[in-house]
């Protein structure tokens, strides 16, 4: 019997996020540098001979069936590839849920890639983000990984330098957000500012930590900041605890700041902790595709 495979699903946090427009099919344009961080789920992937997909994970209230993007992404490979294998799925979550870190795309990425492995199918990477797309725009990114230009509805992307050495510290409140909330109460014509995309891309370029974080910017926060000021008090902790910068990542809850050593990002999470809108904290390096790992 082969062994079971074992997949990492790596979260994001979105350095920059601008958003530039909504579409005529109601996704909004957006404009974000993600990177990859090394914080994941552990995804166990095997074949089974009963046909189906049987899907197991660690939290008791997530669904194991079509609504899960892991149970779709295997059954759209099943599919295409007409497999009548059936597939055993254990997802083990670390990854905050409901909190713009793209868990739970990052988990049917993995589950992309794992198909590939598991049936030895021969897809290549950019097929595979093809497919992703369909179910949904971060998925093509979680495939990718590493530091990238996300445009279009997300699934626009060109790869960038790694950020330069750093820690991040990742906080989840007591609190999710819901992404379409957060994007229905978004006014466009009231964004005062937009992110400086275009010079934190040269400051990757430049190798440059501190011209990155200083561009930090989430337009989404107008929104979220508003409904929920513990936001804006877990970044004020961070930065004053020796953060470069923090941000929201994505539509919320989380928030991350960027510190130059371990020990700032420590201090800074037990900090954090005396917050009382503060449920959880990670501290992790940045995930550089090039190294591979």
Not at 52 to 59: A, G
Not at 70 to 76: E, G, S
Not at 132 to 153: F, H, N, Q, W
Not at 256 to 271: D, H, M, N, T, V
Request: net charge neutral.
């Amino acid at each position: 019997m082969a062994q079971p495979l074992q997949l990492k699903a790596y979260a994001k946090v979105n350095l920059g996020l601008d958003v530039i427009g909504k579409r005529a099919d109601g996704y909004h344009e957006v404009r974000m540098i993600m990177q990859t961080v090394k914080l994941y789920d552990r995804i166990t992937m095997e074949k089974n001979d009963s046909g189906k997909i049987i899907l197991s994970t660690n939290l008791p209230y997530l669904p194991v069936n079509e609504k899960n993007l892991v149970y779709r992404a295997i059954d759209m490979i099943r599919q295409a590839y007409n497999l009548s294998e059936g597939v055993t799925v254990n997802i083990v979550k670390r990854i905050p849920v409901a909190a713009g870190m793209a868990g739970g795309s990052s988990d049917a990425a993995a589950a992309f890639v794992g198909m590939n492995q598991l049936f030895e199918l021969g897809i290549t990477q950019q097929k595979l983000m093809e497919f992703g797309v369909k179910l949904g725009a971060d998925i093509p990114y979680c495939i990718m990984r590493g530091t990238a230009l996300s445009e279009g509805i997300g699934e626009i992307l060109t790869p960038l330098p790694p950020i330069p050495n750093c820690w991040f510290l990742i906080v989840k409140p007591t609190f999710s957000m819901s992404t379409k909330f957060v994007y229905e109460n978004l006014h466009l014509d009231e964004i005062p500012v937009h992110p400086d995309i275009d010079g934190m891309k040269d400051a990757l370029y430049n190798r440059d930590l501190t011209g990155v974080t200083d561009r930090m910017e989430n337009v989404l926060e107008q929104v979220t900041q508003l409904h929920y000021p513990a936001i804006g008090e877990i970044k004020e902790i961070m930065r004053r605890e020796g953060a470069l910068n923090a941000l929201m990542s994505g539509s919320g809850s989380t928030v991350f700041g960027i510190f130059k050593s371990k020990e700032l990002a420590e201090k800074a999470a037990a900090a954090c902790h005396e917050h009382p809108s503060v449920k959880q904290t990670h501290i992790v390096r940045p995930f550089n595709k090039s190294l591979q790992k």
